[in-house]
C-alpha cells in the first residue's frame, strides 16, 4: 500500500482518486486549498445566473469520499521536497508522499497591465473569483471584459443575467478566430452583439484606471478611449498554477514538464491536467491541454500507471464543446480555424444564422478530418468510430442521420448538407434516407 | 413595452388573487323553510326541518357560524331519531330472566314480544329489527343468565350503533348537506353577481398571468431561461414559496375536507357547470375547473418558456389537451346526456376507484357505451400500458397523457428544481412506491371480493375499511395535499415519484423491458448538474452522464428537460434496440478505456 497524494480537487485530480481507488488499496489523500469537495468548474457561471447552487455542482454527495477512502484536506501547498519526499502545507503541517500528483490546474493570464491587480478586476476561473465577482459586480453600471475566447463569452452572459451592461475587447478581428473558421467565428460575433454587448474587435486594453478606494473605475483601450465601468474581467486564457513546482527541483516550463506517462524530472512526482506540459506535445495537440475532457483523460491514465500497470497517454480523436449564448459548439476531430492545402470541407448554415455544419476532409483521400457544429448536436461515438476508421466524406454524408444527436422532433439539417454534398460532387450523387420521426422505433 | 405588459400583468393577477381569497368572505346566510325542504323527503328531514327552526330567517354574516349552527342542527336531528328508536339496553336483562328453563336459559323469539310489544309504528321497528338481529341465537341453551343477557345487550347495541346511517343522517350524507345547504342559503353581492366576481377573481387572474408571461418570454432569444431561479423567494423555497406552498395545503384540505367553507368559488363557476352538464357546481367541478385552467395557463407559460424546443412544445400541447378536452370537458358533456363522467384517459390503479361497485354498477348499467368503458380502462391496464412503455417508455403517459403528471409539468414547472436528489431520497423512494402499488391492489382486490361475494370481510379485515384508508391516505392525503400541495416546497414530483402506483407500474416495465433510454453521449460530459437540478424526478443524470453511460431508471417520467437544460447536447431522449441499452458506462476520449 503506497501512500498518493494529490494537489488540486479539479476534474483531473478527483478523476485520478477515484481511478485509483478503483484499482487499488492505495492511501488517498487530496488536497485542495480551494474548496473542501470537488466541484464543477465548468459549473461556476450557472451559480452566478442563479441556474445553480454551489451544492448541486459537486458532482458527488459529501459522503461519497470517506466512503471510498479518499482523505480530503483543505489546505495550501507552499513546498514541495522532493528529497525527503514531503509536502509542507500553510499551517505548518508536513505531508509525506510515496507517490505526488500534481493536479493544481490553471489561472487566468495577467500581462502586466497596469492596475491589473486592482480591486473589480479579475478572471473567472476558481471558487474565489466568483465570490470575488458576486461582490464586485454589486450595483455597477457597465462591465468591461477583456480578451476573446470561452471563458469570456461566459463571462458577458453571466454579467447580463444580472442586466449589468458589458463592453467586450477582443484583439482579434473576429470572436476566437485562432481556433473557429470564419464563418463560425462571425456567427458568434453575431450572437454576441445580437445579445447588446457592446463588441470592439481588434481592440486591446492598454490600462485600468483606479478610483480613490483603489477600485478600478474605467478600462482605456489602445486606441486611446476610456470607457468608464466598475469592473473588468480579465479572460484572455489561462496558464499553468505553479508557483509553489517552480521552487521545487522539478523542472518547469510553462507548466510542469512530463513526458506521455505524465511523470516529471523528478522520480514519483506527476503532473496532469491543465498544469502540464508535455516535452513533446502529440500530433495535432497542444503541449499543454486546458479543457475539461482532457484533465478527465489523463486523470484515467495517471491512475493506471500508479497502480502498476505503465500506460502511456494515447487519447482519441480530439473532441469539444462549448456554448455561446443559446449556441452550442460541438467538435469532433481536427478542424483548423484555416483549411490545409491537402483540405476541403463541406459548409451548410442555415438562413438563421443559429446553426452550421461543417465536414471537412482529406482532399485527395477523401477521408474525415474533423466535423464542427453550431447549434445541432451530433453524436460522439459515431463521429469518433468514423474518425478512427478514417471514413469517407460519402460514407459519412450517406449515413449522417445516424450521427444526429438534436432532441425529438427538433428539424434535421442532414439533407442540406447533402445537398451541398451534391452539388460538390456531382459526379455521384447520393440521396436523402428521409425522415425519422415518432415510428422510427418500428424500423429498427 | 413587454416590461410594462409584464408588470401590468402582474397587478392584475395580484389583484385577481386577492379577490378570489377575500370572494370567500363575501356572502351572507340565511337559511329558509324552502330551502330545507329542496333537501329531501322523510323522517330523518322533517326531523332536520324541526332542528333548523330555530336558524330560519336569520341572517349570518360569516359562513363559520352558519355552519357551527348548522352542524348543530344536524346534529340534534340526528340525536332526535335516534333516541326515538333507540332500544333500551336493560330490556336485555329482562329478557333472559324470562327465558329461564329450569336451570337452564333458552332463548325463544317469542320473548321479543313479550317484553317489546309491537304496539305503534317505533316499537314495530324496534320488534322487527331486534327479532332479526337475535334470529342466531333461537333454541341456544345458556347456562347463566348473564351469558345470555350479554348476547342480547350486544346484539342491541349494534342495532342501536347501525342507526346512525339506517335511520339519520350518516357523516357522509351530513357532509354533503351541509355543502349543499351552506351553498344554497348564500345570499349578497357575490352571489348578485357572479360573473362579475368570476371575472374579478377567475378573470383577472388568468388575464394577469398570461400577460404576465408574454411580457416575460416574448421578444427573447429561443433557449434556457433559468435565469434567477435560486435567487427567486418563490422557486428557490424562500417566504414566497412558503406563503405559496401554505396556501395550496390549505386549499386541499379545506377542498378534500371541509368543502362547505369553499362554497362561494364553487358559486362563482355554478353558470360554467350548467352549461357543460346542465346541473350546479359541486366542489368537484370546481376542482376539475381549476385544475383545467391551471394546465392551460401554466402550459401557455411553459410554451413560451420552450419556445424553439420542439419536444416540449409537442408534449405540453398534448397535457393541454388530454386534460382540456379528455379529463374535463367529456366526462362533463358525458354527465349532461345522463353516462358515466368517465375519463378515458385515467389508468387504474392511479384511477383506484374503477373497480368500486358502484363503478361497476354504474357502467354495467349504461349499455354499449359503460361496457365499452368497463372494456375500454382494462385494455389500458393490460394492453396499452405494457405495449405503449414497452416501444416509448413510461413518459408516453407521465408527461404526455396524465392528468398528474399534466399539472406537475405545467403548475409545477418552476418548482422542478426543488427534488431532492439524494441516494437516500431515491432508496425511500423505491420502498414507498411499491408499498402504495401493493396498497392499491389489496384495496382493490378487497372491493371486488365483495362486489362478487356480498361479504365485507376478507381474511377478518373490513374490506370497507381498506377502502376508506386507502382513499384518505392515498388519494387524498398523498395525491392531494402532500402531491400538489407541497410543489413549492419538495419539488412538483411528490406524487408521482413516492405515491402513484402507477408509475411504479409502468417504471417496472420501463425498467426491464422497453426501448426507451436517456442515451448519454459518449464522453461529452462536462459534470456541470444542470441536467441533476432540473430533473423532476430527482434522477442524479449527472451520475451516469459523467460516466458515460445510459440512464435507464424506471421513475424517469421522459419529460425531456435534462436534454433541454445541457449546455454540451449531451442528453437524448430515444427509443432503440434493447440491446446495448444497459450496458456500462463508455466514456469516450482516451484510445483505451478503463470501464470504471
Known amino acids: 500500500m503506497k501512500k498518493i497524494v494529490i494537489i488540486g480537487n479539479g476534474i483531473s485530480g478527483i478523476t485520478a482518486a477515484r481511478h485509483i481507488r478503483k484499482m487499488s488499496n492505495h492511501a488517498i489523500t487530496v488536497i485542495s486549498a480551494e474548496t473542501d469537495h470537488f466541484f464543477s468548474r465548468t459549473a461556476l457561471m450557472y451559480i452566478y445566473m442563479g441556474h445553480m447552487k454551489y451544492e448541486h455542482t459537486k ?91 470561452l471563458i469570456g463569452i461566459e463571462m458577458a452572459e453571466m454579467l447580463l443575467s444580472r442586466n449589468i451592461p458589458v463592453t467586450f475587447l477582443v484583439r482579434e478581428s473576429s470572436f476566437w478566430n485562432k481556433i473557429l473558421p470564419a464563418e463560425e467565428s462571425e456567427m458568434v460575433n453575431r450572437l454576441i452583439r445580437s445579445h447588446h454587448v457592446d463588441l470592439r474587435l481588434v481592440t486591446e486594453m492598454k490600462d485600468i484606471l483606479a478610483d480613490k478606494n483603489g477600485r478600478a473605475r474605467a478600462v482605456v483601450t489602445t486606441d486611446g478611449e476610456e470607457i468608464p465601468c466598475q469592473f473588468v474581467g480579465l479572460t484572455a486564457g489561462v496558464s499553468p498554477n505553479i508557483d509553489m513546482v517552480k521552487a521545487s527541483k522539478i523542472h518547469v516550463d510553462r507548466g510542469v514538464v512530463v513526458n506521455k506517462y505524465f511523470e516529471t524530472s523528478v522520480p514519483n512526482v506527476y503532473s496532469i491536467g491543465d498544469c502540464a506540459q508535455f516535452e513533446t506535445a502529440l500530433p495535432n495537440r497542444k503541449s499543454i491541454e486546458q479543457v475539461w475532457y482532457t484533465g478527465r483523460m489523463h486523470g484515467e491514465i495517471v491512475a493506471k500507471t500508479i497502480c502498476g500497470k505503465k500506460t502511456a497517454y494515447q487519447p482519441g480523436p480530439w473532441f469539444n464543446s462549448a456554448k455561446f449564448f443559446d449556441v452550442e459548439y460541438q467538435v469532433y476531430g481536427d478542424v483548423k480555424n484555416e483549411m490545409l492545402d491537402s483540405e476541403d470541407c463541406l459548409y451548410w448554415e442555415h438562413e438563421n444564422g443559429q446553426h452550421s455544419i461543417r465536414i471537412v476532409f482529406n482532399k485527395s483521400t477523401k477521408a474525415l478530418l474533423g466535423i464542427n457544429l453550431m447549434g445541432v448536436r451530433y453524436r460522439h461515438e459515431v463521429c469518433d468510430r468514423w474518425l478512427q476508421q478514417g471514413a469517407t466524406i460519402k460514407e459519412v454524408v450517406g449515413n449522417l442521420k445516424k450521427a444526429n444527436f438534436d432532441a425529438e422532433f427538433y428539424k434535421e439539417y442532414e439533407d442540406e448538407i447533402l445537398k451541398v454534398y451534391n452539388s460538390k460532387f456531382p459526379e455521384e450523387t447520393l440521396k436523402s434516407t428521409g425522415k425519422r420521426g415518432l415510428f422510427a422505433v418500428f424500423n429498427q | 413595452m413587454e416590461k410594462y405588459i409584464k408588470n401590468a400583468g402582474l397587478v392584475l393577477f395580484i389583484i385577481g388573487f386577492v379577490v378570489f381569497v377575500l370572494s370567500l368572505s363575501l356572502s351572507d346566510y340565511q337559511l329558509t323553510d324552502k330551502i330545507v325542504g329542496q333537501q329531501g323527503e322523510g323522517e330523518k328531514y322533517e326531523a332536520l326541518q324541526k332542528a333548523t327552526k330555530p336558524m330560519e330567517g336569520k341572517l349570518y354574516d360569516s359562513n363559520i357560524s352558519f355552519i357551527r349552527d348548522l352542524k348543530k342542527a344536524i346534529k340534534s336531528a340526528n340525536k332526535s331519531i335516534i333516541d326515538k328508536y333507540t332500544i333500551a339496553e336493560e330490556i336485555a336483562s329482562e329478557m333472559a330472566l324470562k327465558s329461564m328453563d329450569g336451570d337452564k336459559f333458552v332463548f325463544r323469539k317469542s320473548v321479543i314480544d313479550e317484553v317489546l310489544p309491537a304496539n305503534g309504528d317505533v316499537a314495530t321497528e324496534q320488534n322487527k329489527s331486534l327479532k332479526d338481529f337475535t334470529g342466531w341465537l333461537e333454541g341456544k341453551e345458556f347456562s347463566s343468565r348473564k351469558e345470555l343477557s350479554d348476547q342480547l345487550t350486544s346484539a342491541i347495541q ?108 364553487v358559486l362563482l363557476v355554478d353558470p ?90 354504474q357502467l354495467m348499467e349504461s349499455g354499449f357505451l359503460g361496457w365499452f368503458m368497463l372494456f375500454w380502462g382494462i385494455a389500458l391496464i393490460i394492453i396499452a400500458v405494457p405495449v405503449i412503455t414497452y416501444f416509448y417508455g413510461k413518459r408516453w403517459y407521465c408527461s404526455w397523457v396524465c392528468g398528474c403528471g399534466g399539472l406537475a409539468e405545467t403548475l409545477g414547472d418552476p418548482f422542478r428544481q426543488l427534488s431532492d436528489k439524494s441516494l437516500k431520497a431515491w432508496k425511500i423512494e423505491r420502498w414507498m412506491i411499491h408499498a402504495v402499488l401493493v396498497f392499491a391492489v389489496i384495496n382493490t382486490v378487497a372491493v371486488l371480493y365483495t362486489f362478487f361475494s356480498g361479504s365485507y370481510s376478507l381474511f377478518g379485515i373490513g374490506t370497507e375499511t381498506i377502502k376508506a384508508s386507502y382513499g384518505f391516505l392515498i388519494a387524498s392525503i398523498f395525491a392531494g395535499v402532500v402531491g400538489t400541495g407541497f410543489y413549492p416546497l419538495m419539488g412538483n414530483r411528490v406524487w408521482c415519484r413516492f405515491g402513484c402506483p402507477l408509475a411504479a407500474y409502468l417504471g417496472m416495465v420501463q425498467r426491464f423491458k422497453s426501448r426507451f433510454r436517456i442515451t448519454t453521449n459518449g464522453g461529452q460530459c462536462i459534470s456541470c448538474g444542470n441536467c441533476s437540478t432540473y430533473c423532476e424526478m430527482g434522477i442524479d443524470v449527472r451520475w451516469y452522464a459523467q460516466r458515460g453511460q445510459n440512464i435507464v431508471r424506471s421513475s424517469c417520467v421522459g419529460c425531456g428537460i435534462c436534454s433541454a437544460v445541457c449546455p454540451r447536447g449531451v442528453l437524448k431522449l430515444e427509443n432503440g434496440p434493447e440491446e446495448g441499452r444497459l450496458d456500462v458506462a463508455n466514456l469516450i476520449g482516451n484510445k483505451e478505456v478503463e470501464k470504471v
Open chain 2, 272 to 361: 360554467i357547470s350548467y352549461k357543460l352538464n346542465g346541473g350546479p357546481a359541486s366542489h368537484w367541478f370546481l376542482y376539475g375547473f381549476m385544475y383545467t385552467f391551471a394546465v392551460s395557463v401554466m402550459g401557455i407559460r411553459m410554451l413560451l418558456k420552450y419556445w424553439g424546443n420542439a419536444y416540449q412544445l409537442i408534449r405540453t400541447a398534448s397535457v393541454i389537451f388530454f386534460q382540456f378536452a379528455i379529463a374535463f370537458i367529456i366526462p362533463e358533456i358525458l354527465i349532461s346526456l345522463n353516462k358515466p363522467g368517465y375519463d378515458f384517459k385515467n389508468i387504474w390503479p392511479l384511477d383506484y376507484d374503477f373497480f368500486y361497485n358502484y363503478n361497476l354498477d
Open chain 1, 59 to 149: 458532482p458527488y454527495e459529501d459522503w461519497f469520499w470517506e466512503k471510498n477512502k479518499i482523505d480530503l484536506v483543505r489546505d495550501f501547498v507552499i513546498s514541495i521536497d522532493t528529497d525527503r519526499q514531503k509536502l509542507e502545507l500553510q499551517n505548518g503541517r508536513g505531508v509525506a508522499y510515496d507517490e505526488l500528483i500534481i493536479a493544481t490546474g490553471s489561472r487566468p493570464n495577467k500581462f502586466g497591465w497596469p492596475g491589473q491587480d486592482l480591486d473589480g478586476v479579475q478572471g473567472m476561473y476558481s471558487f474565489q473569483d466568483l465570490e470575488n465577482m458576486e461582490v464586485y459586480t454589486k450595483n455597477i453600471n457597465r462591465a468591461v471584459i477583456v480578451g476573446g475566447g
Open chain 2, 158 to 265: 349494534n342495532i342501536n350503533n347501525s342507526l346512525s346511517y339506517q335511520k339519520a343522517f350518516d357523516d357522509y350524507s351530513a357532509k354533503n348537506l351541509v355543502f349543499s345547504m351552506t351553498k344554497a342559503s348564500s345570499l349578497g353581492v357575490l352571489k348578485g353577481n357572479i360573473k362579475l366576481w368570476f371575472f374579478l377573481s377567475f378573470g383577472l387572474v388568468i388575464i394577469g398571468a398570461l400577460a404576465y408571461f408574454f411580457g416575460t418570454y416574448s421578444n427573447v432569444p429561443a433557449g434556457i431561461k433559468n435565469n434567477h431561479i435560486f435567487m427567486d423567494a418563490l422557486t428557490s423555497r424562500g417566504w414566497i414559496g412558503v406563503i405559496l406552498g401554505t396556501f395550496m395545503i390549505a386549499f386541499y384540505i379545506f377542498l378534500y375536507f371541509y368543502p362547505e367553507y369553499l362554497t362561494n368559488w
